[in-house]
């Protein structure tokens, strides 16, 4: 049957998967625990596709769909980069992660996870913790994210945090000439798990923070132990005159609006898809003299931090793989500078040589 004839639903999956060469995506439904989830393998040549589960509310199914396919891509590049041996996954389940969850479900989802036979291991995202790890383990060993006390590596934030502070200390050095952090400004936005631990770093380095959130209580616990951080209005973190603007709360905030407000010079943060529209937003900031320091590449510590988990976790080796984040980003920034192309492409294009290189030599997993 030729392609064209197939109804608009059927071309819809298949024709997304080829876009961005997907291998395999798994749909699964059960009825009695109202399970209803998909599961997207980007790439396998490096190893096992690993990425977390996100439990969000989608509208429609297209959207959870796209949601999907773009994230499990995302993973295959970071996973690249940090030089680890993993390919790019990730699930989505639809649903409300605060109303929704049960045990059964998660379960169910770990007995699908675990009909790919380890080609995809799943760990956390968002709207999930370690209690939906517990459950997906009892009926899959491939999962991570799993808590300390079972042998798992607990909280990645922490790991996270260091790899976005060296990716910021290798940008720093790329556009001042100097790693040092010592009375650069630096504003945060989100003082999360992730936000508050860069916080830690950049007082101890000497650095002048500024921080957002839109939960005052968290600033208010940040700013006791760090008295000397500068607490700011959520909207006003795009107007101050700063060095470095750190996203670590939401995608997308690197976009028409905020890129006429920003006074910095790097943008060096933990946040997923910074960039509004990659193409066109990754060549605004170069041409705006900004340098971006690509999500993926800096904030890989918690993929670091889930892989040393499946080795036999060891929380020193996973800091220093982190630290090397620092000498990569240096990489990037060379190329991108040497080649004249933004910074995200220099990390895509690193991260599909590394890909290719392992394929073509028949090393695939
Ligand atoms: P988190 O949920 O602990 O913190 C996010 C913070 O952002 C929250 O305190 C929230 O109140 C705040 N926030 C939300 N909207 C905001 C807004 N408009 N303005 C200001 N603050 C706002 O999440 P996290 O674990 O700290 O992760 C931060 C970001 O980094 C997320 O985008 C996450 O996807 C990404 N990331 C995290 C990890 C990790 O290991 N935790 C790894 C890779 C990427």
């Known amino acids: 049957m030729a392609t064209s004839t197939l109804p608009v639903t059927e071309q819809l999956v298949l024709s997304r998967m080829e876009k961005y060469d997907h291998e395999e995506v798994l749909f699964c439904h059960d009825r009695t625990t109202g399970l209803k989830a998909i599961i997207a393998i980007h790439n396998t040549t490096l190893g096992p596709a690993l990425g977390g589960t996100r439990m969000w509310p989608y509208q429609n ?18 996973s690249a980069l940090a030089g680890l041996d ?5 699930a989505v389940i639809i649903g409300d992660a605060r109303t929704q969850k049960t045990e059964a479900m998660f379960r169910r989802f770990g007995r699908f996870v675990d009909s790919l036979n380890g080609r995809y291991i799943t760990a956390e995202d968002v709207g999930m913790s370690t209690t939906e790890m517990v459950n997906i383990r009892k009926e899959t060993s491939n999962v991570a994210g799993l808590p300390e006390e079972m042998g798992g590596s607990g909280d990645p934030s922490p790991v996270t945090a260091y790899g976005v502070y060296v990716g910021m200390k290798a940008a720093a050095k790329t556009a001042y000439g100097s790693d040092d952090l010592k009375g650069r400004k630096v504003s945060i936005q989100g003082a999360g798990n992730v936000g508050h631990a860069l916080v830690g770093h950049l007082v101890k380095e000497g650095a002048e923070v500024f921080l957002t959130d839109i939960h005052p209580e968290k600033l208010d616990a940040i700013k006791r132990e760090f008295p000397a951080v500068n607490l700011v209005a959520p909207e006003a973190i795009y107007d101050l005159d700063v060095d470095i603007y750190s996203p670590c709360a939401l995608g997308a905030t690197v976009n028409d609006d905020t890129l006429k407000r920003l006074k910095c010079s790097v943008i060096a943060g933990a946040a997923n898809n910074q960039l509004a529209n990659e193409e066109l937003h990754g060549k605004a900031v170069m041409e705006k003299g900004i340098l971006y320091a690509p999500d993926f590449l800096i904030n890989a510590g918690g993929i670091i931090n889930c892989a040393w988990e499946r080795k036999g976790y060891n929380r020193q080796a996973a800091m220093n793989q982190t630290e090397e984040i620092y000498n990569t980003a240096l990489r990037i920034f060379k190329a991108s500078a040497d080649l004249g192309i933004p910074t995200f492409l220099a990390a895509n294009q690193a991260a599909e040589h590394r890909v290719s290189s392992m394929r073509d030599a028949g090393l695939r997993f």
């Open 61 to 78: 199914e297209a959207e959870a769909l796209h949601d999907v396919l773009r994230l499990s891509r995302g993973m295959t590049y970071k």
């Open 86 to 90: 993993l390919g790019g996954g990730k």
